[in-house]
């Protein structure tokens, strides 16, 4: 029986595939807000019972809190029967993810320096990769290009920019985007604020010359190009890198935010290769990881990191492997509730912060409890952008400009505070 299973699923995925890119037709969106800690447990287990087959867009981690899962056309009957079995209830938040898809409308660009580079599109990653050296170029004054000691699995650089004014000894900001790929508003948005910093710091806003003359930002887009190519050309909705697993040939790829050696692979995360939450094969083992991990050792005065994530309107701190507070948390709760007023300023939106295991759920392994740990950043969060699951990860290119706006205000607040 489990083999027929696993036939029919190839059978079924290799249709899905047809003409070289994986389409999401008929596929939906359940959203199920379970009322106790009973039911909360019947959705977890339900992720065991459909290992790999269905997606938890949003994780089950508290009574109350809403949890999306896609679901495909061939189990969506089952899910339902079990769902109404054990007598959850669910809406449809997403009709057919495959539609919501098209309607995003990926545009083609006209390749160009940035002032050409349209910032209300998703780009794919060789124009973002050029985009980054052409705002080195136009922006030389205040920017710079670096990459990571290492490339990517498939040998992709995985590049960054430097952002200040030169000297020597100034706190560092962190800040990556496109750990998971699908969550192409995170990168977006990053690429639009980069935009806003230099264009701002041109103009003589004095907030942002201060800013830059007195802190270095660094800003990498795309931490994980394998899988952000993958999402573009073959699987929109992919996850994780582009490694295959050790342990089973036909599954590829690790979740980058649960392989870091911090607490690794004990809560929020899978032993299957196939789960899009698999931790890898080991604590550390993704080269993208060993290559950041190398490169932020080496910095001695980083302040603040950001991983930037999309969606649910969070705005994180350490930890997520506990729902023990870290040792300063009443400090970073205080700089991230400032920041979600500013950008409450901006567009009336509201993030909810604290911990990660109290705000969301378990997660170990993850960038924010490496870096908080182990190098004693004071600052480290883990954002979860707009909206709250009625386009999910399918965020269409008109969210890129408000999102960006909004998330640029809370940028400020928090850079201005490490300002010497």
Same mark, same amino acid.
């Given at each position: 029986m489990a083999v027929l299973r696993f036939a029919l699923l190839v059978a079924l995925v290799g249709l899905c595939y047809a003409g070289g890119k994986r389409r999401y037709d008929g596929y939906k969106v359940l959203r199920v807000i379970p009322n106790d /800690?009973?039911?909360?447990?019947?959705?977890? #287990?339900?992720?065991?019972?459909?290992?790999?087959?269905?997606?938890?867009? #949003?994780?089950?981690?508290?009574?109350?809190?809403?949890?999306?899962?896609?679901?495909? +056309?061939?189990?969506?009957?089952?899910?339902?029967?079990?769902?109404?079995?054990?007598?959850?209830?669910?809406?449809?938040? /997403?009709?057919?993810?495959?539609?919501?898809?098209?309607?995003?409308?990926?545009?083609?660009?006209?390749?160009?320096?940035?002032s050409k580079f349209r910032y209300d599109i998703f780009h794919d990653y060789n124009e973002i990769e050029q985009w980054i050296d052409d705002m080195a170029a136009e922006f030389s004054s205040i920017m710079s290009v670096d990459k990571l000691g290492h490339q990517s699995y498939k040998g992709h650089d995985i590049k960054l920019l430097k952002i200040g004014k030169p000297g020597s000894n100034k706190p560092i900001f962190w800040w990556q985007s496109g750990t998971h790929p699908r969550e192409w508003l995170s990168s977006a948005t990053t690429i639009k604020i980069v935009y806003k910093l230099a264009s701002d710091?041109?103009?003589?806003?004095?907030?942002?010359?201060?800013?830059?003359?007195?802190?270095?930002?660094?800003?990498?887009?795309?931490?994980?190009?394998?899988?952000?190519?993958?999402?573009?050309?073959?699987?929109?909705?992919?996850?994780?890198?582009?490694?295959? #697993?050790?342990?089973?040939?036909?599954?590829?790829?690790?979740?980058?935010?649960?392989?870091?050696?911090?607490?690794?692979?004990?809560?929020?995360?899978?032993?299957? +290769?196939?789960?899009?939450?698999?931790?890898?094969?080991?604590?550390?083992?993704?080269?993208?990881?060993?290559?950041?991990?190398?490169?932020?050792?080496?910095?001695?005065?980083?302040?603040?990191?950001?991983?930037?994530?999309?969606? #649910?309107?969070?705005?994180?701190?350490?930890?997520?492997?506990?729902?023990a507070p870290p040792p300063n948390y009443n400090e970073q709760l205080k700089l991230a509730d400032k920041a979600m007023a500013a950008l409450k300023g901006v567009s009336g939106k509201h993030f909810e912060t604290g911990s990660i295991a109290n705000v969301i759920y378990r997660a170990s392994g993850s960038s924010?409890?490496?870096?908080?740990?182990?190098?004693?950043?004071?600052?480290?969060?883990?954002?979860?952008?707009?909206?709250?699951?009625?386009?999910?990860?399918?965020?269409?290119?008109?969210?890129?400009n408000p999102s960006a706006n909004e998330v640029y205000a809370a940028i400020k607040v928090i850079g201005n505070e490490i300002i010497p």
């Open positions: /800690i009973m039911e909360l447990q019947s959705l977890r #287990s339900l992720r065991e019972t459909f290992p790999g087959e269905l997606d938890f867009w #949003s994780e089950p981690k508290q009574p109350g809190h809403p949890v999306d899962v896609m679901v495909g +056309p061939g189990d969506l009957s089952v899910v339902r029967n079990i769902l109404e079995d054990k007598g959850l209830t669910f809406s449809t938040m /997403i009709e057919d993810v495959q539609r919501n898809d098209d309607e995003a409308q990926i545009e083609p660009i006209e390749q160009g320096i940035s710091y041109q103009k003589g806003d004095p907030e942002v010359i201060k800013l830059l003359d007195s802190v270095d930002i660094y800003i990498m887009p795309i931490f994980n190009p394998d899988g952000y190519i993958q999402t573009r050309n073959t699987d929109r909705l992919w996850r994780k890198n582009m490694r295959p #697993s050790d342990r089973q040939s036909w599954c590829t790829g690790a979740d980058l935010n649960r392989n870091f050696d911090e607490h690794w692979s004990e809560s929020g995360t899978s032993v299957n +290769p196939c789960s899009e939450i698999y931790h890898g094969d080991s604590a550390g083992s993704e080269i993208e990881i060993q290559a950041l991990t190398a490169y932020l050792s080496t910095l001695t005065n980083m302040k603040v990191y950001i991983d930037m994530h999309a969606y #649910s309107q969070y705005w994180m701190i350490p930890y997520g492997y506990t729902e924010i409890d490496w870096v908080y740990n182990n190098l004693g950043t004071q600052y480290c969060f883990a954002p979860e952008l707009r909206d709250k699951g009625v386009y999910g990860f399918l965020a269409p290119s008109s969210e890129i």
